[in-house]
């Protein structure tokens, strides 16, 4: 059974940068087709679809990324198929970015499987 | 302002039936993109509730069901428990981008 765990600091300050990693257990991250997202939540808000970053063992295309619009500029997201992680980067953070973040995967019929999800509160 | 339009409450008296739409425009939804619906209880991650406009992972009761017209897609639920008692989230593509509904607070009377 796929596992995610997402981790990280629980506080990070203004202006820094908010790092995440999210490791998959149960399979290995490349072993077929999968997108996998970082999904954020503000207290008692809805959904934030972050962005994602593609994996295939077969595929010239692994590792392609894309992001939401409104916070392109200060996203990256990685994979590390050697530790089966996914690593989430939003640089200048304020506390507009203070939320619950999740990690998911697509497999081309919606997020199946989900981490459980890391609070981060962006405080000085 | 979410890219999807959802109701932001719906309620209902245990067993009835209660039905949550979803609205997108011709550039997601319309264009035959897949809508997706997730159900978060308080305090947990979203879980996927029904995949591909009307299909349902193992385990989930068939008293979601799902449907898909135009530009709009909607989840209905049958015989309302307890337990429905949750938000309710659409999601589907709109080119390259994920895009979620606002969320529906589902109350159970």
């Known amino acids: 059974q796929v596992q995610l765990q997402e981790s990280g600091p629980g506080l990070v300050k203004p202006s820094q940068t908010l790092s995440l990693t999210c490791t998959v257990s149960?399979?290995?991250?490349?072993?077929?087709?999968?997108?996998w997202s970082w999904i954020r939540q503000p207290a008692g808000k809805g959904l934030e679809w972050i962005g994602r970053i593609y994996t295939s063992g077969r595929s010239y295309t692994s590792g392609s990324t894309d992001y939401t619009p409104s916070l392109k500029s200060r996203v990256t997201m990685s994979v590390d198929t050697s530790k089966n992680q996914v690593s989430l980067k939003l640089s200048s953070v304020t506390a507009a970015d203070t939320a619950v973040y999740y990690c998911a995967r697509d497999g081309g019929w919606g997020y199946n499987y989900w981490g459980q999800g890391t609070l981060v509160t962006v405080s000085s | 302002q979410s890219v999807l339009t959802q109701p932001p409450s719906v309620s209902g008296a245990p067993g009835q039936r209660v039905t949550i739409s979803c609205t997108g425009s011709s550039s997601n939804i319309g264009v035959g993109y897949d809508v997706h619906w997730y159900q978060q209880l308080p305090g947990t991650a979203p879980k996927l509730l029904i995949y591909?406009?009307?299909n349902r992972p193992s385990g989930v009761p068939d008293r979601f069901s799902g449907s898909k017209s135009g530009t709009s897609a909607s989840l209905a639920i049958t015989g309302l428990r307890a337990e429905d008692e949750a938000d309710y989230y659409c999601?589907?593509?709109?080119?390259?981008?994920?895009?979620f509904g606002g969320g529906t607070k589902l109350t159970v009377l």
């Open positions: 999601q589907s593509y709109d080119s390259t981008e994920v895009v």
């Open positions: 591909g406009n009307t």
């Open positions: 149960g399979g290995s991250i490349s072993s077929g087709s999968y997108y």
